[in-house]
């Protein structure tokens, strides 16, 4: 167990549709990152925050956005879903920004676009 | 432009037999380095990294990596494979600049009974 918190574990909706994924870091860190893996895509990076504010923005669509919370935790949040959004949501964390510090997975959310 | 190769999408190995999956990256400056493990329908797993001293780190359930900075590379390795350890290998680099993490695509590695 990673410590790193993700729910739902598994989503089915349909397009159009919006969803909430939300992750609780580890005790203590201060750094969320959010990924996307999908078939096709790999690994992709969407956005990071440390402590409460935005700090590095990947391949993020705007249809997609992400805020962290004062007590640290991180909701992701996908709105117009298309069937290519379908993928698993990868939620980490780490204690600080810019240093050797592990970077934890939770096991990622399930999202599945009908 | 920062990017992270594993130039190998699936690596083939016999039980009892030393295995090896290929990093290299290139970044400006000094990255820190990672690599992952991913089982079917979980989340990565870390398993080592190398942030100075020693280019030989260990990590868990006996793998361990080989730091070469002139050949801006990062191995994965381990003496004996078993076949629990067939999955799917990340490695990754940290930039200290903007704290960015770039993965590689993934190495999926079968250990054959």
């Known amino acids: 167990d990673s410590g790193v918190t993700q729910t739902p574990k598994h989503l089915i909706t349909a397009t159009g549709q919006r969803v909430t994924l939300r992750c609780s870091p580890r005790?203590?860190?201060?750094?969320v990152y959010w990924y996307q893996q999908s078939l096709d895509q790999g690994l992709q990076f969407l956005i990071q925050?440390?402590?409460?504010?935005?700090?590095a923005k990947g391949n993020i669509l705007e249809r997609f956005s992400a805020q962290q919370f004062p007590d640290l935790h991180s909701e992701l949040n996908l709105s117009s879903l298309e069937l290519g959004d379908s993928a698993l949501y990868f939620c980490a964390s780490s204690f600080q920004q810019g240093t050797g510090n592990t970077i934890y997975f939770g096991e990622g959310s399930w999202l599945t676009v009908v | 432009a920062q990017s992270v190769a594993q130039p190998e999408d699936q690596v083939n190995v016999a039980e009892g037999n030393p295995l090896t999956v290929k990093c290299t990256y290139s970044v400006s400056g000094n990255p820190y380095l990672f690599w992952y493990v991913q089982y079917p329908n979980r989340g990565l797993q870390f398993l080592l990294k190398y942030i100075t001293g020693d280019n030989l780190v260990k990590g868990s359930y006996g793998f361990e990596a080989e730091f070469n900075k002139s050949q801006t590379s990062f191995h994965l390795k381990k003496p004996s494979a078993l076949v629990s350890d067939s999955a799917l290998y990340f490695c990754a680099v940290r930039l200290l600049r903007d704290d960015k993490i770039i993965f590689g695509k993934g190495t999926r590695l079968h250990i054959l009974p």
């Open positions: 005790s203590g860190d201060l750094s």
């Open positions: 925050y440390y402590n409460g504010e935005e700090r």
